[in-house]
């Protein structure tokens, strides 16, 4: 892949990254693990710039780790009540109507399908 | 109203039954994104012929009865087939504009409830950019359009893909907020509403939606490859899962995810090609075409019966 995770996208965009790849990780991560688990060309002081920003605005909590701070996804009230929204739109079976989602139910049959083409793509 | 007009009005009646074969092929013959277009408006004009020609049919019923005819200030008989041929075809016209209403209605007012609701609850938070993570161990991702978009992502989706995977996801579901996708999913919905032929098109309109956010993922991301992983990944992720959600009735033909992979995957797939396209439009157009017809010679008669016109 190309750096597509490039410094030219949205500041918006980066962020999204960040918090992602803080969630993904079970465990705090350091702006240099953060680096290294997006996979892209950001620089390392761009890293450290989001990670802070986003600390500022009570997204993440850090503990101290070595001479810096290692990144951890808060568990805010705002997060609570997304998982209640969450919860509350699972139960409208029929909310693919008006949200698209990013995969619908797997038909039988599908899984071996999807693991055979899979297989293929790796190829 | 002519048996002439009758007839002529049951061909929007019966021109949706032709748009499912016809919907299925455009999906595999057109680029997905003129594809949704071309489905969302031929099934906008089908839908809305098909409405036109049932009240028309439900009006000339109703001038039969003498207080209508009153108060339509009719001063000759309207000019009708026979009464055992109309007043069946207006009665079940009028039970079929009521039932669609009837659902139309209930399931709109639900939507729009659960959508107004997730809305509220989204706004006001601080998010990283659009993101909004959910912690549940279910892998699921959509994106909430409005102002302004947002994604919403479960952390078991979060953790199921790795780096760039999830930035295809991000992009995928960007990508439908960008263009606006869920104004095409209502109107499939409520075209779904009017003709049960149209349902099977909500299908595919839904699923040309889905391979055109794909396609814009694949772009954004610059890799196919990465793109088809990461919603096979999603998608076998959901199902290791036990899931609380129903199970859709198992279909005898492959479901929408492998033929999304299979589509990012095998590159060389036939040139698009526009017959299928306009074999809809010609057959929308028709529909449009014929209810127009049918609607002015309907006025004209009850013109004719108001005395205005001389016939």
Same mark, same amino acid.
């Given at each position: 892949?190309?750096? =597509?995770?490039?410094?030219?996208?949205?500041?918006?965009?980066?962020?999204? =990254?960040? *918090?992602?790849?803080?969630?993904?990780?079970?465990?705090?991560?350091?702006?240099?693990?953060?680096?290294?688990?997006? =996979?892209?060309?950001?620089?390392?002081?761009?890293?450290?710039?989001?990670?802070?920003?986003?600390?500022?605005?009570? *997204?993440?909590?850090?503990?101290?780790?070595?001479?810096?701070?290692?990144?951890?996804?808060?568990?805010?009230?705002?997060?609570?009540?997304?998982?209640? *929204?969450?919860?509350?739109?699972?139960?409208?079976?029929?909310? @693919?109507?008006?949200?698209?989602?990013?995969?619908?139910?797997? @038909?039988?049959?599908?899984?071996?399908?999807?693991?055979?083409?899979? @297989?293929?793509?790796?190829? | 109203?002519?048996?002439?007009?009758?007839?002529?009005? /049951?061909?929007?009646?019966?021109?949706?039954?032709?748009?499912?074969? $016809?919907?299925?092929?455009?999906?595999?013959?057109?680029?997905? +994104?003129? +594809?949704?277009?071309?489905?969302?408006?031929?099934?906008?004009?089908?839908?809305?012929?098909?409405?036109?020609?049932?009240?028309?049919?439900?009006?000339?019923?109703?001038?039969? $009865?003498?207080?209508?005819?009153?108060?339509?200030?009719?001063?000759?008989?309207?000019?009708?087939?026979?009464?055992?041929?109309?007043?069946?075809?207006?009665?079940?016209?009028?039970?079929?504009?009521?039932?669609?209403?009837?659902?139309?209605?209930?399931?709109?007012?639900?939507?729009?409830?659960?959508?107004?609701?997730?809305?509220?609850?989204?706004?006001?938070?601080?998010?990283? #950019?659009?993101?909004?993570?959910?912690?549940?161990?279910?892998?699921?991702?959509?994106?909430?359009?409005? %102002?302004?978009?947002?994604?919403?992502?479960?952390?078991?989706?979060?953790?199921?893909?790795?780096?760039?995977?999830?930035?295809?996801?991000?992009?995928?579901?960007?990508?439908?907020?960008?263009?606006?996708?869920?104004?095409?999913?209502?109107?499939?919905?409520?075209?779904?509403?009017?003709?049960?032929?149209?349902? +099977?098109?909500?299908?595919?309109?839904?699923?040309?939606?889905?391979?055109?956010?794909?396609?814009?993922?694949?772009?954004?991301?610059?890799?196919?490859?990465?793109?088809?992983?990461?919603?096979?990944?999603?998608?076998?992720?959901?199902?290791?899962?036990?899931?609380?959600?129903?199970?859709?009735?198992?279909?005898?033909?492959?479901?929408?995810?492998?033929?999304?992979?299979?589509?990012?995957?095998?590159?060389?797939?036939? %040139?698009?090609?526009?017959?299928?396209?306009?074999?809809?439009?010609?057959?929308?157009?028709?529909?449009? #075409?014929?209810?127009?017809?049918?609607? /002015?010679?309907?006025?004209?008669?009850?013109?004719?019966?108001? #005395?205005?016109?001389?016939?």
């Amino acid at each position: 892949m190309t750096d =597509a995770l490039d410094e030219r996208r949205p500041a918006g965009e980066l962020e999204a =990254a960040v *918090m992602a790849a803080l969630w993904a990780a079970d465990a705090p991560l350091t702006p240099g693990r953060v680096q290294e688990a997006l =996979a892209s060309g950001l620089a390392r002081t761009t890293v450290t710039t989001i990670l802070s920003r986003l600390h500022e605005k009570g *997204m993440t909590g850090r503990v101290r780790q070595g001479r810096g701070y290692a990144y951890f996804p808060a568990q805010d009230a705002p997060g609570l009540t997304a998982r209640r *929204m969450h919860t509350e739109l699972d139960r409208d079976t029929d909310r @693919e109507t008006v949200l698209a989602r990013f995969v619908a139910q797997l @038909e039988p049959g599908d899984e071996e399908l999807l693991r055979r083409l899979l @297989e293929t793509g790796d190829r | 109203m002519t048996v002439s007009l009758l007839t002529l009005l /049951l061909v929007p009646l019966l021109l949706p039954f032709a748009a499912p074969p $016809l919907a299925r092929r455009a999906l595999d013959r057109l680029a997905p +994104a003129p +594809a949704l277009w071309t489905l969302t408006s031929c099934a906008l004009a089908l839908a809305a012929s098909c409405t036109i020609a049932l009240g028309s049919l439900v009006l000339t019923g109703l001038l039969e $009865l003498p207080p209508f005819a009153a108060l339509g200030e009719l001063v000759h008989p309207l000019r009708t087939p026979p009464n055992l041929l109309l007043l069946p075809a207006a009665a079940l016209a009028t039970g079929a504009l009521t039932f669609s209403a009837c659902t139309l209605g209930r399931n709109a007012l639900r939507q729009l409830g659960a959508f107004r609701d997730s809305r509220t609850q989204a706004n006001g938070h601080p998010a990283a #950019g659009d993101l909004c993570v959910v912690e549940s161990p279910h892998p699921d991702a959509y994106a909430l359009p409005g %102002r302004p978009h947002r994604i919403i992502v479960t952390t078991a989706m979060l953790r199921s893909l790795d780096a760039t995977e999830r930035e295809a996801l991000f992009a995928h579901e960007r990508a439908h907020n960008n263009a606006g996708h869920h104004y095409f999913l209502a109107l499939a919905e409520l075209t779904a509403h009017c003709h049960p032929a149209l349902r +099977a098109v909500r299908t595919d309109i839904r699923f040309a939606a889905e391979r055109a956010a794909d396609e814009a993922a694949a772009t954004a991301v610059g890799d196919r490859g990465i793109t088809a992983r990461a919603i096979a990944r999603a998608a076998l992720a959901g199902s290791a899962a036990p899931s609380t959600r129903p199970a859709f009735a198992p279909g005898a033909t492959t479901g929408p995810v492998p033929r999304r992979v299979a589509a990012l995957l095998v590159p060389g797939r036939s %040139r698009p090609r526009a017959a299928v396209a306009v074999a809809l439009a010609v057959g929308a157009l028709l529909s449009t #075409g014929v209810t127009t017809t049918a609607v /002015l010679g309907v006025h004209h008669q009850v013109e004719v019966a108001q #005395g205005d016109v001389r016939h």
